[in-house]
Structures are given as C-alpha cells and as structure tokens.
C-alpha cells in the first residue's frame, strides 16, 4: 500500500484532488467510485476549483457513490444523493444522468442492488474508487462483522455508526437504522483506490490497515489484498502506522 503523510487536512484535500484530476486526465471516461461523509469535502471543493480552471473535465466522467440511506429520497437534505449534488455534482461539468447513487426509496431492494451492480459491471467496473473509513473500519456501510457481503445489499448500520452520523440529522431518531451499500467485493474489484483519512479519531483504524491483521471485524483491513491502493492521511490520522 502507498502511504501519503501531510501536515493538515487541506493539504490531504488538495493531494487527493491532484491525484483524481491526472487520473481523469489520462482516463477522460472513466468510472469513479465516491463517498460522502467530512473526509472527502475538502477533495471535492479542489475538484470544483480545478474544474473551474479547466484543469479537469468530467464531461466524460462515470460515477457510482458507495451509499445511500434506506428510506431517504434524493431531495432529502441528508440523502446522499442530495449530498452529492450539493457539495459536487452541481459545480462540475458532469452529466447528472452519468452519476448513479442507489435509490434509497425503491420498492424493491434487492432489485435496486441487483440493477447498481450490473450497473458498475456493465460500464466496465470502478476505475478509482474513493473512500473514507469509520472509526470502527467500517467502508461504504460495510460494518464489522463476523460476515461480509461482497456485493450491493442493504445493511444494517451499527450503533457507532448511527451515532457517528447523528451529528448530520437534528436528532439520533432521525438517522436511518438501513442503508444500501456497494460490498466489499466490487470495491475490491475497483482498479485502483485512494482512501482519505484525516484525525485522531482515525488513527486506530488506520495504524491496523498498515499493521494488523485482516478481519472481517475490520473491514478496512481487506484493503491489504488490493494491488493499488494509496492511503492519503493526515498527521494525526497516520499517528499510529
Ligand atoms: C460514505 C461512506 C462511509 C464514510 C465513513 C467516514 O459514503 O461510505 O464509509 O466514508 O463513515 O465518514 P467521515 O468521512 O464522515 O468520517
């Protein structure tokens, strides 16, 4: 695994944009792979700027998100899909229509993951899959466990999670107990990952991925059996490699 240190979280941002942005360059039609949540905002603003400045063009550019809530519409302002028109979709040059997010108020789940799968599968795979991790290792909404899924299923959220994401919502009743999330098996398949972390809060987590072993109690720890991954963290986020 690459490991990339900075000093500060708009530095980790800025990195990560840059190695998103040449990756485009290279591949004008590629699949990415994106989460939500605090880590990757700071990405996701350099990317708009870069955008802005014709650095990069997603006129081209695929995008499968990792999440979406079960129960929450994409006009809910903490639906992901809300999240992601939000903080990047609407400042880009993407076509909405190429942006896919599972539907988090489908009638029929399994459908709906059955559909997003053969979805990623039919535009080739995930080229660069972007992801945060849970202070508990979870990735996507794949939570520790003593199994995991490798495709798109609906998951139950762990009580760490639920609280962890509470922060988003007016109250913790507010926050979906269900999500649909891509599994650890198509983001496994992903080409090449960059995964961000920034904090204290994930130091543990991200000292294991570098040390410890591989458990399905911390999924982040898969990560080791990827060929490319680059884990872009800062200080404090790499205080315990
Ligand atoms: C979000 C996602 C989650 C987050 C993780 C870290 O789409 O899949 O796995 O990446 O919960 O969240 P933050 O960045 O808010 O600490």
């Known amino acids: 695994m690459e490991l990339y240190v900075f000093d500060n979280y708009d530095e980790i941002s800025r990195y990560a944009a840059k190695m998103v942005s040449d990756f485009i360059n290279e591949n004008s039609n590629c699949v990415l792979g994106l989460a939500t949540g605090s880590t990757p905002l700071g990405m996701y603003k350099k990317l708009i700027e870069y955008n802005r400045d014709r650095i990069v063009n997603f006129s081209e550019v695929k995008t499968f998100n990792l999440d979406e809530y079960r129960g929450l519409s994409g006009e809910h302002p903490q639906s992901y899909r809300y999240f ?30 059955r559909d997003y799968e053969e979805k990623i599968n039919e535009l080739g795979g995930i080229d660069l899959q972007i992801l945060g991790v849970g202070s508990n290792g979870h990735i996507g909404f794949n939570e520790p466990s003593s199994e995991l899924y490798a495709y798109t299923h609906l998951a139950d959220l762990t009580e760490d999670t639920i609280k962890a994401n509470s922060r988003f919502f007016k109250n913790i009743e507010e926050v979906p107990s269900k999500a649909i999330t891509m599994g650890v098996g198509q983001i ?36 080791q059996l990827h060929p490319s991954v680059a884990v872009i963290a800062d200080k404090k986020a790499a205080s315990l490699i």
């Open 188 to 223: 496994m398949k992903s080409k090449r990952i960059i995964l961000l972390a920034s904090g204290v809060n994930k130091a543990k987590v991200i000292g294991r991925i570098f040390n410890g072993k591989i458990s399905t109690e911390n999924p982040s720890s898969i990560l």
């Open 84 to 113: 992601m028109n939000k903080n990047f979709f609407d400042h880009v040059n993407i076509d909405k229509n190429n942006t896919f997010i599972p539907n988090g108020t489908c009638e029929d789940v399994a459908k709906e993951c």
